[in-house]
């Protein structure tokens, strides 16, 4: 899994490519708190565009993203889900706590 990160204003922008996954988890969750924190971001938007797995490991990495950002006043989204990836956050039930959006842009409109 491979991280690339952008600013604008006070929300951060995750973009994550690869597999979201056992493997990868514990990896993405660290450098994204670290980046929160750095930047003291008050908004994060994770990209799932590059993203082409994600298992119950992934689901863990955004709920806990999800109540870091809420503990701290902030809110989460994700943008760009593909058909398979969205299949998990449907059936996790993901997307009745947390929005999603078509790509990066409208999410900046409306978080």
Same mark, same amino acid.
């Given at each position: 899994?491979? #991280?690339?990160? &952008?600013?604008?204003? %006070?929300? #951060?922008? =995750? %973009? #994550?490519? /690869? *597999? #979201?996954?056992?493997?990868? =988890? *514990? &990896?993405v969750r660290a450098k994204i708190d670290d980046r929160i924190e750095r930047e003291n971001a008050q908004r994060l938007i994770l990209n799932f565009g590059g993203v082409t797995f994600m298992d119950?490991? /992934?689901i863990g990495v955004v709920v806990g993203r999800f109540k870091k950002m809420t503990s701290r006043g902030g809110a989460l989204c994700v943008v760009d889900v593909s058909r398979g990836v969205n299949r998990v956050f449907e059936l996790s039930g993901l997307f009745k706590i947390i929005n999603h959006y078509r790509d990066v842009d409208e999410a900046l409109k409306c978080i």
């Open positions: 899994m491979y #991280l690339k990160f &952008e600013k604008s204003n %006070n929300t #951060l922008i =995750a %973009n #994550l490519i /690869g *597999e #979201l996954d056992h493997h990868s =988890a *514990e &990896e119950s490991s /992934g």
